[in-house]
């Protein structure tokens, strides 16, 4: 039996294993893979529009009853800078020439839209039985909204101070996100990058500041870190890296190259792909302007000057202009189906968690 059973069941669900909600990364196929196999499924709205919400979140309820979660981020829109804009690209009008790029043309602008009215009409029309945050929570209106559907209210914490935050403000759980986790720092109520705390030094501390269940995420990718996390205080762990090895996973050809190269790849926190601080497979743009780039855009305005860049490099292969996100311990993933991942998860973790019980 596991050792804490609070967010298994708070979360209706036989598995305490949630699937990080990767924006780009994953839609319904895998949610439903982690869904029937016991864990949580999660399905990340933050590229989506509303009707494509709808559309994701119609086909995992026709294919599994199980709980689901649905993910948004809560950051402020950014407030536009001509110059800082202007200067950025001048930072990449050396990759726009070296591919016979026009560098003073238009650039798609970013669709990652923070949790708003619309999303959360959506919510109250789709009713979720979890709904989990990034970059902290939306307005109270709107939360208070959310909570009144019945669904289960999830965000992430990268300090002890903000895990505090999130409990005053009415959350069931909380994920501590370690500094190991791939993709972007959850953070809120800090800029300091620097000061990013580790997975094992977060969770206990959490845990000792909040009574609502604790998730522990980053750095976990088998079953060794999952028991670790319950030895730590943890109810349950959130895993994203090792879920880019699935292939529902919805990653480019290149990303997946680079994630099988496994530890012989080293991540660096960048901001040079979004604006904010985020893990990702260190490549050429890192290594060139970054990895923390002090004059890229605010969040999300960023990526529109790379999308060009990548477009015209991916076709070949290249992920020199991509985003490869990725936690720190990739090169404990292995290849396999979703369902087979979660359950092979839990039971190496179970064996584990049972035998030191057992000492």
């Given at each position: 039996m596991w050792p804490d059973q609070r967010v298994m069941q708070m979360l209706g669900i036989d598995l305490p294993i949630i699937q990080a909600p990767m924006a780009g990364a994953g839609l319904s196929d895998l949610a439903v893979a982690v869904a029937e196999a016991g864990g949580l499924g999660s399905l990340p709205c933050a590229l989506l529009t509303p009707d494509q919400l709808r559309t994701q979140f119609g086909v995992i309820r026709q294919r599994t009853a199980r709980p689901i979660n649905v993910n948004f981020f809560c950051h402020r829109p950014a407030t536009p800078d001509a110059a800082r804009e202007a200067k950025w690209r001048r930072r990449l009008e050396p990759y726009y020439q070296e591919f016979g790029l026009d560098p003073?043309?238009?650039?798609?602008?970013?669709?990652?839209?923070?949790?708003?009215?619309?999303?959360?009409?959506?919510?109250?029309?789709?009713?979720?039985?979890?709904?989990?945050?990034?970059?902290g929570l939306p307005k109270q209106r709107l939360l208070n909204r959310v909570v009144a559907t019945g669904a289960k209210i999830m965000s992430s914490a990268t300090t002890v101070d903000?895990?505090?935050?999130?409990?005053?403000?009415?959350?069931?759980?909380?994920?501590?996100?370690?500094?190991?986790?791939?993709?972007?720092?959850?953070?809120?109520?800090?800029?300091?990058?620097?000061?990013?705390?580790?997975?094992?030094?977060?969770?206990?501390?959490?845990?000792?500041?909040?009574?609502?269940?604790?998730?522990?995420?980053?750095?976990?990718?088998?079953?060794?870190?999952?028991a670790a996390a319950f030895m730590l205080g943890a109810s349950a762990v959130q895993i994203g890296t090792a879920y880019l090895f699935t292939p529902e996973a919805t990653i480019a050809v290149p990303h997946r190259r680079a994630l099988a190269a496994g530890s012989g790849r080293e991540t660096a926190l960048t901001n040079v792909f979004t604006g904010r601080p985020a893990r990702g497979i260190v490549n050429r743009i890192m290594r060139d302007v970054g990895p923390i780039a002090a004059d890229a855009p605010q969040f999300p305005l960023a990526g529109g000057a790379l999308a060009p860049l990548r477009s015209a490099s991916e076709p070949g292969g290249s992920e020199d202009f991509m985003s490869l996100w990725s936690g720190q311990s990739a090169g404990l993933s292995r290849a396999m189906p979703a369902g087979d991942l979660t359950r092979n998860l839990a039971d190496q973790a179970l064996a584990l968690l049972v035998r030191g019980s057992n000492r």
């Open positions: 003073n043309a238009p650039v798609p602008a970013s669709n990652r839209a923070p949790f708003d009215e619309e999303f959360c009409a959506l919510v109250e029309e789709l009713r979720p039985e979890v709904v989990s945050f990034h970059f903000e895990a505090r935050w999130l409990e005053a403000e009415g959350c069931h759980a909380i994920i501590a996100q370690g500094a190991e986790a791939g993709g972007h720092r959850g953070m809120f109520r800090t800029e300091e990058i620097a000061t990013q705390v580790g997975t094992l030094s977060l969770v206990p501390q959490v845990v000792d500041a909040v009574r609502v269940p604790v998730i522990a995420a980053g750095g976990i990718a088998d079953g060794r870190g999952i």
